[in-house]
């Protein structure tokens, strides 16, 4: 991977107290790889207990194009992620997507 082409960003939220996953992590995050000149994820991970969460979500925003904004995936997540720690993981979805845009070109 060129460091020319790419960027990494993160997005954290802290988890809600009462959910299991508050017991082992506090905070959850949001790691993207992302194309710089085509604004396309293409890699993603999620700091979420089970590795099926974290797949899943992955594959929700691998090839997710930021230039149309993150409301369409926002809704995406949920429509389709309907998990206790669902407002944390949208809280970090759209904390890496402001970093993001804190990237000068």
Same mark, same amino acid.
């Given at each position: ?5 790419? %960027?990494?960003?993160? #997005?954290h ?6 959910v299991?996953?508050? =017991?082992e992590? &506090?905070?959850? #995050? ?7 000149s085509t604004?396309? +994820? =293409?890699?993603? =991970? $999620?700091? %979420?207990?089970?590795? /099926?969460?974290?797949? $899943?979500?992955?594959? /929700?925003?691998? #090839?997710?194009? %930021?230039?149309? #904004?993150?409301?369409? %995936? /926002?809704?995406?997540? &949920? &429509? /389709?992620?309907?998990?206790?720690s669902q407002?944390?993981? +949208?809280?970090a ?13």
């Amino acid at each position: 991977m060129s460091d020319d082409v790419y %960027l990494i960003v993160s #997005g954290h939220a802290q988890v809600p107290k009462g959910v299991a996953l508050h =017991e082992e992590k &506090k905070y959850i #995050g949001a790691v993207w790889v992302i194309n710089k000149s085509t604004k396309i +994820i =293409e890699k993603a =991970e $999620f700091t %979420l207990i089970t590795s /099926l969460s974290n797949e $899943f979500l992955s594959n /929700l925003v691998i #090839g997710y194009d %930021l230039n149309q #904004g993150i409301d369409n %995936l /926002l809704n995406k997540i &949920k &429509k /389709l992620c309907l998990m206790p720690s669902q407002g944390a993981i +949208i809280q970090a979805v759209r904390s890496a997507y402001e970093r993001f845009k804190e990237n000068p070109k």
